[in-house]
């Protein structure tokens, strides 16, 4: 038995057994076991005797050891989250196993009245976001159409589809997720906007929730935040070490602006919270204005914006700089108001991190032009812009050599017959050959040339050619990608396109 206060490293090798309900409300999860005698892993200050009705239910002896709050709750995370148990008992006693599409099939107009648990559009909901959570999708939409309803899910980028209902399925389950966001049920013709809190095996999941009026009813987005992004670190975002090297430096300027830019959903602000992450050290004050506050993060003080009630990008920026900060976030730099103002805070002695959607580095600049900032402005406050895509990552299990085709190759860059790697499928990606994603990055980091160029009001070509000697651009880091058998021809031109295979 393991001494009280020590974090043992304990490894989820058995299967759970123990109902979640129970494990979570007595503190006690199955760890593994030897010789067929499990492992009891007990959370620290937990009442022992639930261990006299986990000794009957078990039916053997078990060994037993104690374990930080800290620890228990992430075994309790590995052992349930995934599984979908969890999900079932926090909201709907989903059983594990069961069939969505028979659900769908039992839903009626009269199940909206009914509020136990065991409701059909209950059960149904709460196995969306379960399967969701549990694979790993960033979004669930949810599409009536006159002939039935489609639920589509979005994984490692790429929606599929993951159930089909019949047509008199959506209004009851629309009305549910309303409810769950506390949105108003009865608004069917104007867009609502809501969040869902939910809690799976311990971790915290964060539902955006979007309707939109259609012409067969309402659709509705889920986009499913998990709270752990938030806490991710620079090491983990995939960048190479000259950008992250540059990054780094850029985050230790005692003013000016840092930019992040690409396409929705390419990661910037995951960007943006790790580099936050660093500095978070309790000696800045640091202030963000976002739109929405996608993570909550302790130590900064974040601002959600509101335009209903006239708090926009450029009012928050404007009152959080009277708020004394060393540190200042704002999500998206959109108009003329918001890029000065976040000028002008640069010059006063901040540092400003920010977003800007263009589709490289190099056009962040171009785009504050655009936004008729001075550029003897820019040239003076910039000091680095990073623009990064989102690649799916080849299945380590089942990826399979090759040689590069013609027509990729050539927009590449690549010598036709380069061997590389290409996507097969199997069980553990789910057959689709790939399995996660990977960040691909370019830089530009704001040097004494770069700033002449800015001010003598030079075109992209003549800032990237610079800015580019000795770093890789977007399209020459896809193809290292591919190079390395990270990822496949097909996905680093989808991502890269835009500069043809000239890089």
């Avoid at 680095?384 to 190759?409: E, F, H």
Wanted: hydrophobic residues 45%; proline residues 5%.
């Amino acid at each position: 038995m393991i001494a009280p206060g020590e974090d043992p490293v304990l490894e989820p090798a058995a299967p759970a057994r123990i109902p979640y309900a129970f494990a979570r409300r007595h503190g006690v999860v199955l760890a593994g076991g030897d010789n067929g005698k499990p492992t009891v892993a007990m959370r620290e200050g937990a009442d022992p005797q639930a261990l006299i009705e986990l000794r009957r239910w078990l039916g053997r002896p078990f060994g037993l050891q104690f374990v930080a709050p800290d620890a228990f709750d992430r075994l309790l995370s590995d052992q349930y989250a995934m599984s979908g148990e969890a999900a079932a008992a926090n909201a709907g006693d989903l059983g594990i196993g069961e069939d969505l599409g028979h659900l769908a099939s039992d839903i009626s107009a009269e199940d909206l009245l009914d509020t136990s648990d065991d409701a059909p559009a209950i059960r149904l909901i709460n196995g969306l976001l379960a399967d969701a959570a549990r694979q790993g999708a960033s979004d669930i939409h949810i599409e009536p159409y006159e002939t039935g309803m489609v639920v589509r899910m979005r994984m490692d980028g790429v929606l599929r589809e993951a159930l089909r209902m019949p047509a008199h399925v959506a209004p009851v389950v629309v009305s549910r997720i309303k409810v769950m966001a506390r949105l108003d049920i009865a608004e069917r013709r104007l867009p609502q906007d809501g969040r869902i809190g939910l809690t799976l095996g311990g971790k915290l999941i964060d539902v955006r929730v979007s309707t939109l009026p259609s012409r067969a009813g309402e659709r509705v987005v889920l986009r499913i935040l998990d709270k752990d992004n938030a806490g991710i670190d620079l090491e983990m975002l995939g960048m190479t070490p000259a950008i992250e090297a540059s990054y780094r430096e850029a985050l230790a300027e005692p003013n000016g602006i840092v930019l992040v830019t690409g396409p929705t959903g390419s990661g910037k602000t995951t960007t943006l919270y790790a580099g936050l992450k660093l500095l978070n050290d309790g000696s800045r004050n640091i202030l963000t204005v976002e739109d929405p506050v996608e993570y909550a993060v302790d130590g900064v003080g974040q601002t959600q914006i509101n335009p209903q009630v006239g708090l926009s990008f450029a009012t928050g920026l404007r009152a959080i700089l009277r708020q004394d900060p060393d540190t200042v976030m704002v999500g998206e730099i959109r108009d003329r108001e918001t890029a000065e103002i976040a000028v002008q805070a640069a010059l006063t002695g901040h540092l400003v991190l920010s977003t800007v959607h263009t589709n490289d580095a190099v056009g962040a600049i171009t785009r504050l032009r655009d936004m008729r900032v001075e550029p003897f402005l820019i040239a003076s406050t910039m000091r680095m812009v990073i623009a990064q895509r989102l690649v799916r990552r080849l299945c380590p299990t089942c990826r399979q050599p090759a040689q590069a085709a013609g027509s990729l190759a050539e927009l590449l860059g690549l010598p036709a017959g380069t061997a590389i790697f290409e996507a097969k499928g199997c069980a553990e990606c789910g057959q689709t050959g790939y399995k996660g994603r990977i960040g691909l990055f370019e830089a530009v980091k704001v040097d004494e040339t770069i700033r002449r160029l800015i001010n003598a009001g030079g075109d992209e070509a003549e800032i990237g050619a610079h800015a580019f000697r000795t770093t890789p651009n977007l399209s020459a880091a896809a193809r290292q990608l591919v190079l390395d058998g990270l990822t496949t021809a097909e996905e680093a031109v989808r991502v890269s396109r835009h500069e043809g295979g000239n890089a």
